[in-house]
């Protein structure tokens, strides 16, 4: 097949092609637009070169079978497909926003910019490998931003749906992604890893925060590409000493050699970037210098043959690893609750060993006018809410990296927590009921609310022992 051209005004499927927007390596953007669809639309096009490139003809099919079956806002919606026996293409909505691209140009950028950008990407990650699909290829050129901020990853040729096909394993040998930006296990060829989506993630992390690639710009060979596997790159504070520790912290953790050294999940990584004052910092966070005897004897050189994944393998670790809130009441008449709430946790935490651990109460604030935050003794009442929060959390006995607090300041408890769960990407959430008075029946209750407009998992703790009639406290709306 040798390439097609496309012209403004011809007319395909009833697409009428407008301007050419983007001329790419492998594909051509053109406008387009269509009378059965009011949205800016734009057609995206292969280019088939002279004796045919095998490798982008098969990355442009798995595309045409992914992006379809993807949806939400950190992906391009799919209009139409153009199959290849005719003219493939695929018909996306225009995405109005900016690319990654120039803020990499402006780097170094300052800390708070670079977690803000790193949290979008993770949170576009959670919803991507929430629907199966490990990207591959994140890069600062495939990654937008809407002017609501959300980020959209916009080229899925390389990229692995864990159930469908994975016609480029199957038909090449050789390392798929982008050199500066590929994790050591897709130059072993495994394909199946989500977290290889997050060493990308921190190789772009280490760019914007020091102005330089942690791997510089290699040949994409593999004896190239094997370097990785037991070079670290230079810790970012070396290279700029402003950088916060717990910065170098996440991006060093990102770009550990093997998988299971990085974050659990994205929702995981996305949690501690909002979250930078939770970040539990170990020698990561303040290394000076590497070199390859370190490396090799700490175990980051990868074994030749790395054993591939099973399909699913990769996902059923991910569930795994959630993201557990718990709201707990920190009145004396909530003790009794409280110690059945954390009785309930720590049996969860033992079925899921990877999961983190918040543990969240709501000092509520009134709706209007000022309140006062502080005790008779003058203690802020956050601050103490803080402290009694890690003493109920004592006996579980977490380490650090499991477990963060949040004292959470709002007048309404309920969309509190909601607000929370829904930022953070929270897989479960636990919550001490009322108990059943009249007019808690009749005007409903914060558990109520939970259960019914919570994005996860909710468990509702009671203590069955209360006498009858009694209402019990309710853990969110502890400090009401």
Not at 216 to 239: C, I, Q, S
Not at 284 to 294: D, G, I, N
Not at 365 to 394: C, M, N, P, Y
Request: charged residues 25%; proline residues 9%.
């Amino acid at each position: 097949m040798g390439r097609m051209q496309l012209e403004t005004g011809t007319t395909i499927d009833g697409f009428l092609i407008g301007r050419k927007i983007h001329q790419g390596g492998m594909a051509e953007i053109w406008e387009v637009t269509h009378p059965d669809h009011a949205i800016p639309l734009v057609m995206k096009v292969p280019l088939i070169l002279d004796g045919d490139d095998p490798t982008m003809i098969v990355g442009f099919e798995q595309e045409q079978m992914i992006l379809p079956r993807l949806a939400g806002p950190h992906v391009p919606r799919c209009i139409a497909l153009g199959d290849f026996s005719a003219q493939p293409y695929i018909v996306m909505e225009r995405l109005e926003g900016e690319s990654l691209l120039p803020r990499f140009k402006a780097a170094p950028l300052p800390a708070s910019e670079v977690l803000a950008v790193g949290a979008a990407i993770a949170k576009a990650l959670v919803s991507l490998h929430g629907q199966d699909v490990v990207h591959l290829d994140i890069k600062p050129s495939n990654i937008m931003f809407r002017p609501t901020s959300e980020a959209v990853f916009i080229d899925f040729g390389l990229s692995r749906h864990l159930r469908l096909p994975d016609l480029l394993a199957e038909e090449f040998r050789v390392p798929m992604g982008t050199a500066p930006y590929i994790a050591p296990e897709q130059v072993l060829k495994i394909r199946e890893e989500p977290r290889s989506d997050l060493f990308a993630l921190g190789a772009m992390l280490y760019a914007l925060a020091t102005g330089e690639r942690p791997f510089g710009n290699p040949r994409h060979t593999t004896k190239a590409l094997l370097r990785r596997m037991y070079e670290a790159p230079t810790p970012p504070r070396v290279l700029r000493p402003d950088i916060p520790s717990y910065l170098q912290e996440i991006i060093l953790r990102c770009l550990e050699v093997k998988p299971d050294r990085r974050y659990a999940t994205a929702a995981q990584l996305a949690f501690e970037m909002n979250h930078p004052e939770h970040v539990a910092l170990t020698d990561r966070a303040t290394r000076e210098k590497t070199h390859w005897l370190r490396n090799l004897m700490s175990g980051r050189l990868l074994p030749p043959q790395a054993p591939p994944l099973s399909r699913l393998g990769a996902y059923r670790h991910a569930s795994l690893a959630p993201i557990l809130m718990v709201a707990v009441d920190l009145s004396p008449e909530g003790e009794p609750l409280a110690e059945i709430l954390r009785e309930t946790v720590s049996r969860l935490l033992v079925t899921a060993p990877d999961s983190r651990l918040a543990c969240v109460n709501v000092l509520r604030t009134a709706r209007i006018g000022l309140d006062t935050l502080v005790d008779e003794d003058g203690t802020s009442l956050h601050v103490r809410r803080l402290v009694e929060l890690k003493h109920w959390a004592a006996e579980m006995r977490l380490p650090p990296e499991r477990l963060t607090f949040h004292v959470l300041e709002h007048s309404d408890p309920a969309q509190a927590m909601l607000d929370f769960a829904r930022n953070n990407a929270v897989d479960h959430l636990i919550v001490g009921a009322r108990g059943s008075g009249g007019v808690r029946r009749y005007m409903g209750s914060v558990s109520t609310s939970l259960v019914a407009e919570a994005p996860c998992s909710v468990t509702v703790v009671r203590n069955r022992l209360a006498p009858a009639g009694e209402s019990e406290p309710e853990a969110a709306e502890a400090g009401a």
